[in-house]
């Protein structure tokens, strides 16, 4: 078994995880934060969970408790690093003002220090796991995709773009090129770089 891979859990185990005792917050923050260096500096296939415990001055019981797979442990982490940091709802008028919002806190954090290297870690365990794959996609349908098509439906009634928008294709036009940097060139995101991408999205969308 790979140092990647928590040990599969027994009836009696899985048991013990629904009504073991509540997380500490503070023990929680340090682990996520182990868990966070850990990628920015060994990616996700040389992630060691008995690395991130001893950082985090943590038994490796208790992230097997807390967590079902070192792949929702990479997840979390780097979900973390947006918590609070959410675009709240701008209040501008331009619509790419608004959708540039929703993509922000994520560029930040990926141009933050390491934070490139953790989240190709982090979206590489997303991949590789179905649990950590469906964290990710409903932090991203409640923060990016639910919202987006809040503000493309307004849009298509003002006639801005047109009425037969598809919400995939226009998360994929807003991501997918992020995505292709970190994970496929290795490349940097650049400062601009939200505001590209939402001229490309309202571009294709374009009714005429």
Do not use: F, G, P
């Given at each position: 078994m790979g140092e990647s891979e928590l040990p599969p859990q027994t009836a009696e185990e899985g048991e013990k995880r629904r009504v073991g005792p509540k997380r500490s917050e503070a023990s929680t923050h340090a682990v996520l934060a182990a868990a966070y260096t850990e990628l920015s500096e060994h990616g996700w296939r040389g992630f060691s969970v008995d690395r991130v415990a001893k950082n985090a001055k943590a038994s490796k019981q208790t992230i097997y408790r807390w967590w079902k797979s070192a792949a929702s442990l990479a997840v979390d982490a780097a979900l973390a690093t947006l918590a609070g940091k959410s675009a709240a709802p701008s209040t501008s008028n331009d619509v790419r003002d608004r959708?540039?919002?929703?993509i922000e806190p994520m560029l930040?954090?990926?141009r933050t220090g390491d934070g490139a290297h953790a989240w190709r870690g982090a979206l590489l365990a997303a991949a590789d796991d179905q649990e950590a794959g469906e964290t990710f996609r409903a932090w991203f349908s409640e923060n990016v995709k639910i919202p987006l098509r809040h503000i493309l439906?307004?849009?298509a009634l003002k006639g801005s773009i047109r009425r037969d928008w598809d919400i995939d294709l226009a998360t994929e036009l807003l991501f997918g090129p992020v995505w292709h940097r970190l994970i496929a060139m290795r490349g940097p995101v650049p400062e601009v770089y939200s505001r590209r991408?939402?001229?490309?999205?309202?571009?294709?969308?374009?009714p005429g």
């Open positions: 959708i540039s919002a929703l930040v954090a990926v439906a307004e849009q991408l939402v001229e490309s999205v309202l571009k294709a969308l374009s």
